[in-house]
C-alpha cells in the first residue's frame, strides 16, 4: 500500500521558516540550498514540495496575511466584543516584531515578475477586505462627522503601518514613537 502524501503537512511544517529565511534575506540572496539549510532538508526535498524559488517565495507571500489574520482572529475571538480599536492598539505594540513585512518590501522589488505582482497585489487585497470590514462595523458603515470614507481609512491604516516598518527598517522611529504613530493616528483615522 502507498504511504499517503503528506506533501500539504510538510509544506506547513517548513513555510514559516522559509518565510522567516526570505523575510532576513531577501528574494534574491535567499538560495534554494540556504532555504534548505535552514530547514534542516536537503534542497530537493523543498523541490518535491514546491516547484521552485519562485513558489516557495510567493507562498511566503501568502503566509504574511495568514499569520496576521490567524492573530487577529485569535484576538477577536479571545476579546468579545473587540474591534477594530483593540486591533490597532494590538499593531501599535506588535507590528513588525517577526519582520515578517520585509517579504512584502522584497516583493515589491519583483513586481516585474507577474506571479509575484500577483501575489503582492492578491495579499493586499485581502489585509484591505479584512481591515475595511474591521473600520466599516465600527463605523457603522458610514463615516462619522463627513470624515474620510471607510476605503480611504484603510488605506491610511495601511500607509501608517508601512510607514512604521519602514522607520524601524531604517531606524528613524523609536519603538515608543512608532507605538503612537500607529495608536494615536491610527485612532483619527479610524474615527474619521
Not at 491604516?157 to 504613530?181: K, V
Amino acid at each position: 500500500m502507498p504511504r499517503p502524501d503528506r506533501s500539504a503537512e510538510r509544506r506547513e511544517e517548513l513555510l514559516p521558516v522559509v518565510a522567516a529565511a526570505f523575510a532576513e534575506l531577501g528574494y534574491r540572496r535567499a538560495s534554494t540550498a540556504e532555504l534548505a539549510d535552514r530547514c534542516g532538508v536537503r534542497v530537493n526535498i523543498l523541490y518535491r514540495l514546491w516547484p521552485d524559488k519562485k513558489s516557495m517565495f510567493i507562498a511566503a507571500i501568502h503566509h504574511v496575511f495568514d499569520r496576521s489574520l490567524q492573530t487577529w482572529e485569535s484576538l477577536l475571538a479571545d476579546n468579545e466584543g473587540a474591534g477594530a480599536p483593540e486591533l490597532l492598539r494590538y499593531e501599535a505594540k506588535h507590528l513588525g516584531e517577526h519582520g515578517l513585512y520585509r517579504i512584502l518590501f522584497a516583493g515589491l522589488g519583483e513586481t516585474d515578475d507577474p506571479e509575484i505582482k500577483a501575489a503582492l497585489a492578491e495579499t493586499y487585497r485581502d489585509f484591505v477586505a479584512f481591515i475595511r470590514t474591521q473600520v466599516a462595523a465600527h463605523r457603522g458603515t458610514t463615516p462619522r462627522g463627513g470624515g474620510a470614507s471607510v476605503d480611504l481609512a484603510v488605506w491610511a491604516i495601511l500607509g501608517l503601518g508601512t510607514m512604521a516598518n519602514i522607520g524601524r527598517e531604517i531606524g528613524l522611529l523609536r519603538p515608543r514613537l512608532r507605538e503612537r504613530l500607529l495608536s494615536d493616528m491610527g485612532d483619527l483615522i479610524l474615527e474619521g
